[in-house]
């Protein structure tokens, strides 16, 4: 035990999370100033089992249905018949080589080309319908859509909204509203949500890198939490909700075959994200963070900047999709129409792609 209160200790230094000459009794909740309460970070975690419950029956009963009323199809595709050599070589690759395909026929007493359709089917069999596809994507722009409009109405009153110095004038004291405890309990809960969805939803192609995404999202408001960065960490929730509303919305318009529709949503989409992510975030937040912050504090700590590293992080992720987003805008306006979104195409959909000789566009992204 005393090995493990060490070890806490050690953790929680205030000279690792705290400015110079404040203590954690400091931030003690008091009548004048409500400070962040650190037990609260574990609020989310049973917050995510809820959201994944209401996400789960919305999908069934509102998003389903909605989506086979669009004339999406829910069915998927004619299963391979059970064949235990085949099986168990395509759990050992489900890409195989040419060579591969030909030694396999022989030990099934089988053609090239019966093998080869026969995996064709195997693989076809393992993608999601599009109804479920469009179910999560209808779930994530009912979110997002929500997110950005409650931060726009909690933050409209709020001074550092309009003056992002605010964020660092009498820090740490600074008190904690109820509307923005709410926004960062629930905007956790939706990343820890995903994180955990993750391992069951339609694979993407990007699937590590939006991991890591959620990971570095989730440590940003803990750490933003613990050390009072809540006002600074509210800019960053509002500024990467926005775009994705378009995102999931154009990917909703894809698959139920309203093109047009699509298209313009995807140009405004490209424009928000171009805007917020590549602008605002680093230009207006990290540059508050990095070159403001300092003369305004005077004296940083430990955990200042592991929070400005995790913000990099996120740009780092940013600018990796935006070479994707515009790498597909330009291959749109080429084409005529938006055929589907890399950042955000599942590995089949990327194959297939390949195969025809154009991208898949079925996120950002952010989280």
């Known amino acids: 035990?005393?090995?493990?209160?060490?070890?806490?200790?050690?953790?929680?230094?205030?000279?690792?999370?705290?400015?110079?000459?404040?203590?954690?009794?400091?931030?003690?909740?008091?009548?004048?100033?409500?400070?962040?309460?650190?037990?609260?970070?574990?609020?989310?975690?049973?917050?995510?089992i809820g959201m994944l419950m209401l996400?789960?029956?919305?999908?069934?009963?509102?998003?389903?249905?909605?989506?086979?009323s669009l004339g999406i199809k829910g069915s998927k595709p004619k299963k391979a018949p059970f064949h235990d050599l085949l099986e168990k070589a395509y759990k050992l690759n489900n890409k195989m080589k040419y060579k591969e395909v030909i030694s396999i026929a022989k030990q099934s007493d089988m053609t090239e080309r019966q093998v080869e359709r026969w995996?064709?089917?195997?693989?076809?069999?393992?993608?999601?319908?599009?109804?479920?596809?469009?179910?999560?994507?209808?779930?994530?722009?009912?979110?997002?859509?929500?997110?950005?409009?409650?931060?726009?109405?909690?933050?409209?009153?709020?001074?550092?909204?309009?003056?992002?110095?605010?964020?660092?004038?009498?820090?740490?004291?600074?008190?904690?509203?109820?509307?923005?405890?709410?926004?960062?309990?629930?905007?956790?809960?939706?990343?820890?949500?995903?994180?955990i969805s993750q391992f069951r939803d339609v694979k993407r192609k990007d699937f590590w890198q939006m991991f890591v995404h959620h990971l570095a999202t989730i440590s940003l408001m803990a750490f933003s939490w613990v050390c009072n960065l809540v006002r600074v960490g509210t800019l960053v929730l509002v500024v990467h909700d926005c775009a994705d509303i378009f995102l999931e919305a154009a990917k909703m318009a894809k698959y139920a075959k309203y093109q047009k529709f699509c298209d313009i949503l995807f140009a405004i989409f490209t424009l928000i994200w171009l805007l917020t992510r590549i602008g605002l975030f680093p230009f207006w937040i990290i540059y508050s963070t990095a070159i403001s912050a300092p003369k305004i504090v005077n004296t940083m700590f430990p955990a200042y900047y592991i929070f400005n590293g995790l913000l990099l992080l996120l740009l780092a992720l940013h600018i990796f999709w935006t070479h994707l987003i515009l790498k597909i805008a330009y291959n749109a306006i080429s084409a005529g129409q938006m055929e589907g979104d890399i950042r955000s195409s599942s590995s089949e959909e990327v194959s297939d792609a390949s195969t025809n000789s154009t991208n898949s566009i079925a996120k950002p992204k952010t989280q």
């Open 1 to 48: 035990m005393n090995i493990i209160r060490s070890a806490l200790d050690t953790f929680w230094s205030e000279t690792v999370w705290l400015p110079p000459n404040i203590t954690w009794a400091d931030l003690q909740p008091n009548e004048k100033i409500q400070y962040p309460n650190h037990s609260h970070l574990y609020y989310p975690l049973p917050m995510a």
């Open 55 to 68: 996400r789960y029956l919305l999908e069934w009963y509102v998003f389903a249905p909605f989506g086979v």
């Open 119 to 195: 995996l064709r089917l195997r693989r076809a069999q393992e993608k999601p319908s599009t109804l479920v596809k469009f179910c999560e994507n209808s779930w994530r722009c009912l979110y997002y859509t929500y997110s950005f409009i409650y931060g726009i109405v909690c933050l409209w009153d709020k001074p550092w909204l309009w003056n992002i110095d605010e964020c660092w004038r009498n820090y740490p004291h600074q008190s904690i509203t109820s509307d923005c405890w709410w926004y960062y309990m629930i905007s956790s809960s939706f990343y820890w949500s995903l994180t």
